[in-house]
Structures are given as structure tokens and as C-alpha cells.
């Protein structure tokens, strides 16, 4: 598992987040989304980030965040 990740910041010009991307970052507390025009972020049985978010920041131009 990767702790040493904390924190990820998903720029602007991410299109396209895959399953599982950030499963094994059990360390990974802290996620900032601005991809604003995002259509793919893992799905319901394999999410793209793990369950130990603690905070979450959406960017301004973010309309809209995929499954």
C-alpha cells in the first residue's frame, strides 16, 4: 500500500479517472477535484479514490462529478 500519498490535487484538464486509480493509497486523506469537464471516475464497484478521504474540496468550475 502507498502511505507516503496525503493529499492529490486532480487538475483542470483531467479527462478521465480509472477504476481503482488511488486504491492502494491508504494514506490518502486529502483530494482537491477541479477537473470540471471529467466524464470517467472509477465506477461503484471499483472507485477511483479509497474511503479514507477525510477532506474534499471541489473547484469552482466543477459542474459536475462522475460516478
Do not use: H, M
Not at 482537491?32 to 469537464?37: G, I
Amino acid at each position: 500500500r502507498w502511505t507516503g500519498l496525503t493529499s492529490v490535487t486532480i487538475p483542470n484538464s483531467v479527462k478521465i479517472i480509472g477504476n481503482c486509480a488511488f486504491k492502494d493509497c491508504s494514506g490518502l486523506k486529502d483530494l482537491t477535484f477541479n477537473a470540471w469537464n471529467c466524464t470517467k471516475c472509477g465506477n461503484y464497484v471499483d472507485p477511483a479514490f479509497p474511503s479514507t478521504i477525510e477532506t474534499l474540496s471541489i473547484g469552482e468550475q466543477v459542474r459536475n462529478i462522475p460516478n
